[in-house]
């Protein structure tokens, strides 16, 4: 049997394809039951504090009412809000917390500091975005192509730009789930390669495939989904002039989707800058999935809630 009671949920590497696939399921079953109208509250009584240094849409109002629909309540906790922002240390705001609350979800600028809290906790512990990774958007991104194309394994998705958090996690993903992973990104903007590195060797397990590539076009020939994200994350913002220049042949358009499947699926975990990173005609047309990856966090984060706390 599976073990997730009481784990942290930090990265994907943290869990097996099994264990994935598991949440997977689940995130899919309580989507079901929450649009079926049954109510199903295995958290009745719980409380999730949410740390954010970063600004936020999905993730807050995802975690917040995801945690209401299983019965239990969501505290958002802005960083500059709680003593952390003065200087209070991880390790003794994560033992604190741990006193109030059954799980503590944290969006943060270094992964360092998600590992910190988590350490210094006693109860589970959620990364809700570093700049190292962003599982529980790659897992909802999962669950969408999924239920849309009904299978995983063997299926081609193709990251264009930078690489980034997202990238990671995704790359990741797949990995574990036995997908075929390429990506291209220019020179200085790759995706980290001790990531890279444990990606492929999770990949030699499944039957997947990490291909870290720099021409976009390679990339995505005969793709099934076509995936991008901003060109400046957060935290990089002052990085946005000369990120232009760097990313100006990286933008998923209608001459760069020819290359892929017919059948293809634009994805994007949002917040998306049109025109930049993905033309208008893409991110707004027939094949972008957009705003059900958006849904799917709910889902996926109430399956993961769930499972560990
Ligand atoms: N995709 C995502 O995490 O969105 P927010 O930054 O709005 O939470
Ligand atoms: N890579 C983006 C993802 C936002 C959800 C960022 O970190 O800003």
Known sequence: ???????????LIDYSPEEIRYLLDLAIELKRKQKSGEVYQPLKGKSLGMIFEKSSTRTRVSFEVGMYQLGGQALFLSKNDIQMGRGETIRDTAQTMSRYLDGIIIRTFGHRNVVELARGATVPVINALSDQSHPCQALADYQTV???????????????????NMTHSL???????GMHFTSASPAGYEPAADII?????????????????????????????????VWASMGFEEEQKEREKAF???QVNEQLVKHA??????????????GEEVSEGVIDGKHSVIFDEAENRLHAQKAVMAAIM
Not at 149 to 158: N, Q, V, Y
Not at 171 to 177: D, E, F, I, S
Not at 201 to 224: K, N, S, W, Y
Not at 261 to 274: E, G, I, N, Q, V
């Open 248 to 250: 100006k042949d990286y």
């Open 146 to 164: 999924l239920e849309m194309k009904g299978k995983l394994e063997g299926l081609k998705i193709s990251y264009i730009g930078d690489g980034n």
């Open 261 to 274: 499947k017919s059948d293809y699926m634009f994805m994007h975990c949002l917040p998306a800058h049109r």
């Open 197 to 229: 590195q444990l990606a492929k060797e999770a990949a030699a397990q499944t039957g997947g495939r990490i291909d870290v590539l720099r021409d976009p076009r390679e990339a995505v020939e005969g793709a099934d989904i076509i995936y991008t994200d």
């Open 171 to 177: 790359m990741m993903g797949a990995a574990k789930l």
């Open 1 to 11: 049997a599976l073990q997730l009671k009481g784990r942290d949920f930090l990265g």
